[in-house]
């Protein structure tokens, strides 16, 4: 199978670069500095064993390719907020021997949430969500980097809404050849619910900077426990911490890559490269729909669901909020009680 990587950031560039080192071959999507570093220099990942430098097909749409193979997999792995704008121009692309890559190619969600593979299956007949469990980070143009090691990351995938197939245990054979695990699960929605609740705390990261006191862990866990609670209510199954913990272990141990100093997560990253949008509609603000539809107050989300968007829109700093003004509006605000 050949991977196209539509949107070769921290998470698609990461997954691209393991994929092509291990032999598969591999086509990366990406636009502006990023798209010209990747054609003039290749695709340079830096990961624990050192940087490797990987010559690969690049292209920033599917014109550059004209019809598509049929034992093309799409990745998408740009952010959510930019997932329609990229099903719409990927959809209608012909692939050879007749019809579209909507109606015959599989499509691989590996981004954050739970929206995209939705917005997918409007368009798209064959989608396979993933829960992405890999710490990474766009450095700069032409440059990503993942710090886990022995594994580079646990990505859980099946189809979508459920199920699994030939097609997704040839996928995670293949990242498992990468330095991933990939199991194949027919509910890997539960498994993206329970890293939705985590990835709750991206906002509030982004906003005022890395959760590492008691009173901004308290914080997190009175946001993460809105979320919870959101989820109980729809009657939305998510897997536990502990069945989370036991799966990952220390597989996925970060250790110091060199020339890559450690930054925040996807949305700290966003603010971080001044790009103008943030996926807070699509974590804080999936709660934040959840709550409203099944009558459950979410204050503390729809508050860091507005800053996110505050910080983007106007491109202020990453983690230049003080927490104390942060701890300000979220008792205003309201919400759960402190949790663990």
């Given at each position: 199978m050949r991977?196209?990587i539509i949107?070769?950031?921290?998470?698609g560039?990461?997954?691209?670069g393991?994929?092509?080192?291990s032999?598969?071959e591999?086509?990366?999507v990406?636009r502006?500095?990023?798209?010209?570093?990747?054609?003039?220099?290749?695709?340079?990942l830096?990961?624990p064993e050192?940087?490797?430098?990987?010559r690969?097909?690049?292209v920033?749409?599917?014109?550059?390719?004209?019809?598509?193979?049929?034992?093309?997999v799409?990745v998408?792995?740009v952010?959510?907020?930019?997932?329609?704008?990229?099903?719409?121009?990927?959809g209608?692309?012909p692939?050879t021997g007749?019809?579209?890559a909507?109606?015959?190619?599989?499509?691989?969600?590996?981004?954050?949430?739970?929206e995209?593979?939705?917005?997918a299956?409007?368009?798209?007949?064959?989608v396979?969500?993933v829960?992405?469990?890999l710490?990474?980070?766009?450095v700069?143009?032409?440059?990503?980097?993942?710090a886990?090691?022995?594994?580079?990351?646990?990505?859980?995938?099946?189809?979508?809404?459920?199920?699994?197939?030939?097609?997704?245990?040839?996928?995670?054979?293949?990242?498992?050849?990468s330095?991933?695990?990939?199991?194949?699960?027919?509910d890997?929605?539960?498994w993206?619910?329970?890293?939705?609740?985590g990835?709750?705390?991206?906002s509030?990261?982004?906003?005022t900077?890395?959760?590492?006191?008691?009173?901004?862990?308290?914080?997190?866990?009175?946001?993460?426990?809105?979320?919870?609670a959101?989820?109980?209510?729809?009657?939305?199954?998510y897997?536990?911490?502990?069945e989370?913990?036991?799966?990952?272990?220390?597989?996925v141990?970060?250790v110091?890559v060199?020339?890559?100093?450690?930054g925040?997560g996807?949305?700290?990253?966003?603010?971080?490269?001044?790009?103008?949008?943030?996926?807070a509609?699509?974590?804080?603000?999936?709660i934040v729909?959840?709550g409203?539809?099944h009558?459950v107050?979410?204050p503390l989300n729809?508050?860091?669901?507005?800053?996110?968007?505050?910080?983007?829109?106007?491109?202020?700093?990453?983690?230049?909020?003080?927490?104390?003004?942060?701890?300000?509006?979220?008792?205003?605000a309201?919400?759960?009680?402190?949790?663990?």
């Amino acid at each position: 199978m050949r991977y196209i990587i539509i949107g070769a950031g921290a998470v698609g560039g990461v997954v691209g670069g393991r994929l092509a080192g291990s032999g598969h071959e591999v086509v990366l999507v990406a636009r502006g500095a990023h798209f010209e570093s990747l054609r003039d220099h290749g695709l340079r990942l830096r990961v624990p064993e050192g940087e490797l430098t990987h010559r690969l097909p690049v292209v920033d749409g599917p014109a550059a390719l004209g019809e598509l193979r049929p034992d093309d997999v799409l990745v998408l792995a740009v952010k959510t907020q930019d997932s329609t704008a990229a099903l719409q121009t990927w959809g209608p692309v012909p692939v050879t021997g007749g019809g579209t890559a909507a109606e015959r190619l599989p499509l691989v969600c590996a981004q954050n949430g739970v929206e995209s593979q939705r917005l997918a299956l409007r368009l798209f007949r064959r989608v396979y969500g993933v829960c992405v469990w890999l710490p990474s980070t766009y450095v700069e143009p032409g440059v990503v980097s993942a710090a886990g090691r022995p594994l580079t990351g646990i990505l859980h995938l099946g189809r979508h809404p459920h199920g699994t197939d030939e097609t997704a245990r040839l996928i995670a054979a293949d990242l498992e050849k990468s330095h991933f695990e990939a199991p194949v699960v027919a509910d890997v929605a539960r498994w993206q619910y329970a890293k939705l609740l985590g990835n709750l705390g991206n906002s509030l990261e982004a906003v005022t900077g890395p959760i590492d006191s008691a009173e901004a862990a308290a914080l997190f866990g009175r946001v993460r426990a809105e979320g919870a609670a959101v989820l109980d209510a729809a009657g939305i199954a998510y897997a536990s911490a502990e069945e989370q913990q036991a799966v990952r272990g220390d597989k996925v141990t970060l250790v110091p890559v060199d020339g890559t100093p450690r930054g925040g997560g996807s949305s700290w990253q966003s603010l971080t490269r001044g790009t103008g949008t943030i996926e807070a509609d699509y974590l804080n603000g999936e709660i934040v729909l959840l709550g409203r539809l099944h009558g459950v107050p979410t204050p503390l989300n729809e508050l860091l669901q507005s800053l996110a968007n505050t910080f983007a829109r106007e491109r202020r700093a990453a983690g230049s909020m003080p927490l104390g003004e942060l701890l300000r509006l979220a008792d205003e605000a309201g919400g759960p009680a402190d949790a663990a």
